[in-house]
């Protein structure tokens, strides 16, 4: 079971990058980037950890992977951390929300739209805050070297 989520995570994270114009000589990596993501994802979900505390560290490796990737290959961050976070996104709940809301079943689209909006916000969360450790980083890299 968890093989085929890797699989299809690889293969949905590797498509949207061709999607996004990346080099093709990177698509490996996007996809890698993207399974890697949903491989923590999917490990915290299994061992009971909320969805939302599970994308925020699935995104946060996923910021750090593009930056790492971006560093390595010499190409911009953007690549990797879009491709990268596509397997996260919530579409298929808010999706749902959506069908819901045209059912007038309200009770049942608001939660799945409360919590579609809290995982986008956990991604956003994950990839700020990995930024924010990687600039912290580096400008004490800076002055020690000052």
């Known amino acids: 079971m968890i093989i085929e989520q890797l699989v299809t995570s690889f293969i949905a994270a590797a498509a949207f990058s061709v999607i996004f114009n990346a080099p093709k000589n990177r698509l490996i990596q996007c996809g890698l980037v993207g399974m890697l993501g949903w491989f923590v994802y999917t490990?915290?979900?299994?061992?009971?950890?909320?969805?939302?505390?599970?994308?925020?560290?699935?995104?946060?490796?996923?910021?750090?992977?593009?930056?790492?990737?971006?560093?390595?290959?010499?190409?911009?961050?953007?690549i990797f951390t879009v491709s990268g976070i596509i397997p996260l996104v919530p579409g298929g709940l808010a999706y749902d929300a959506m069908r819901n809301f045209v059912v007038n079943d309200y009770n049942?689209?608001?939660?799945l739209a409360a919590?579609?909006?809290?995982?986008?916000?956990?991604?956003?969360?994950?990839?700020v805050f990995s930024e924010i450790i990687n600039q912290m980083i580096r400008k004490a890299k800076w002055k020690k070297i000052q």
């Open 115 to 127: 919590k579609a909006f809290l995982i986008s916000g956990a991604i956003a969360i994950g990839l």
């Open 108 to 111: 049942m689209a608001i939660q």
């Open 43 to 78: 490990i915290c979900t299994v061992n009971g950890i909320d969805a939302v505390v599970a994308t925020v560290a699935a995104s946060i490796l996923v910021a750090v992977l593009s930056q790492l990737c971006a560093k390595f290959y010499k190409t911009p961050i953007i």
